[in-house]
């Protein structure tokens, strides 16, 4: 342990300059950052998500988006994970701001995609670098990108992409529905529901039986992980007992069981997301801080927050008060918003943390460590625009 913490310094260069400029920023503002409008927070993560994405042409990975900004490594490649999922962030922010932009830029997502399908149907895994390998839960991202140009954008392309993946899901999944091949660490995982998610809807799309009935297989399993209290066992990225699952991977599995559960108007997978969803809502801290991780039993010892994972939940209880109407849980919403919104570093002067999102909060926090990562801006942005499209509906009533 010790080791590992003095490497700290050396592999975050932390005697950068501006290094220590967002880590100071850091310690003397925790009070946070002015509470703005959401269509100005909004505008300020979509124009950080830009410039992730400018900041990859002339390079091989062209048209995707950088996995976002880190103390190691400066601006990173293109990830064809979060890149895909991002394309149905862009639309649907090109359709509320009237940036048409957006469009052209999810076209590009999806173009950069479909060149870096393998043969198989699988995407690659991680940046796609040599030697990397696809992975169940990063194919699964990348299909719901595929999904959303199918149908929102006439690409039947994407919807034969999709099919193609969806297939090579099926050949590594076991008899009882879950994935333990082609898996991040070579572990099942109970968050890879967002994965069946997306092979549902493709299965859907394309009238393809085989794909679906795969998916609720998935979601069956998930089902068995599933505690008295509404928490996930398999749920982390590591093996089970060895660290309590970060709230981002919490959101991930109860974020594709209500989505499989809406779509399949099953109320087993519906209720199973909501006892969650009510449950992390029961521990939110007032101040919207909710920690970094959560046990068995909801509780944690975490010094930090994982700003992601704030962002899912909230937009997983505003999907549950429009569909479920549980009215009970927007203070819920409006908490997690307003710290969000105080972590979210809006500048106007285009460096990399203007409008970004960090992994944690403090940014010394383990998920993420000293990093900006793409995903933390995409579900802020869902997020703040599902907060808004709650509002628009509230007000036409």
Request: with cysteine; aromatic share 10%.
């Amino acid at each position: 342990m010790l080791k590992k913490l003095l490497s700290v310094p050396v592999r975050y260069q932390l005697w950068r300059p501006l290094h220590w400029q967002l880590i100071l920023a850091d310690l003397f503002n925790r009070g946070g950052q002015p509470v703005r409008h959401h269509l100005t927070h909004l505008h300020g993560t979509i124009d950080w998500l830009c410039r992730a994405q400018d900041v990859r042409v002339g390079h091989a990975d062209s048209g995707g988006i950088s996995a976002g900004w880190s103390f190691e490594d400066g601006w990173l490649p293109s990830y064809p994970e979060t890149s895909g999922y991002i394309v149905e962030t862009f639309l649907d922010a090109a359709a509320l701001l009237g940036r048409q932009e957006l469009v052209t830029r999810a076209q590009r997502i999806l173009d950069w995609e479909l060149s870096i399908q393998l043969d198989d149907g699988a995407f690659p895994g991680h940046f796609g670098e040599q030697g990397s390998h696809p992975v169940i839960f990063n194919t699964g991202q990348i299909m719901h990108g595929m999904n959303a140009g199918h149908e929102r954008l006439g690409r039947t392309e994407c919807l034969a992409a999709a099919v193609r993946a969806g297939h090579w899901m099926l050949s590594k999944q076991d008899d009882d529905g879950c994935w333990r091949r082609s898996v991040h660490n070579g572990i099942p995982h109970t968050y890879n529901s967002r994965s069946a998610w997306a092979l549902l809807k493709t299965g859907l799309l394309a009238d393809d039986r085989a794909l679906r009935d795969g998916a609720i297989r998935n979601l069956d399993w998930v089902l068995t992980q599933q505690n008295e209290a509404g928490w996930f066992a398999t749920n982390g990225f590591t093996p089970e007992g060895h660290a309590a699952p970060f709230t981002h991977t919490i959101a991930y599995a109860i974020r594709g069981l209500l989505e499989s559960g809406l779509l399949l108007d099953d109320e087993r997978y519906i209720n199973a997301a909501r006892r969650a969803a009510c449950a992390v809502a029961a521990v939110l801290p007032v101040d919207g801080a909710l920690p970094g991780t959560l046990d068995q039993q909801w509780q944690s010892d975490s010094y930090y927050v994982c700003l992601t994972g704030v962002a899912q939940m909230s937009m997983i209880w505003s999907r549950l008060i429009r569909c479920c109407d549980e009215q009970t849980l927007q203070p819920a919403v409006d908490r997690a918003l307003h710290y969000l919104k105080r972590h979210q570093r809006l500048k106007q002067d285009g460096r990399i943390d203007d409008g970004a999102i960090a992994g944690s909060s403090p940014l010394w926090g383990r998920y993420s460590m000293f990093e900006f990562p793409n995903w933390a801006g995409k579900f802020f942005a869902d997020a703040l625009m599902f907060d808004l499209a709650a509002s628009a509906r509230s007000k036409e009533q």
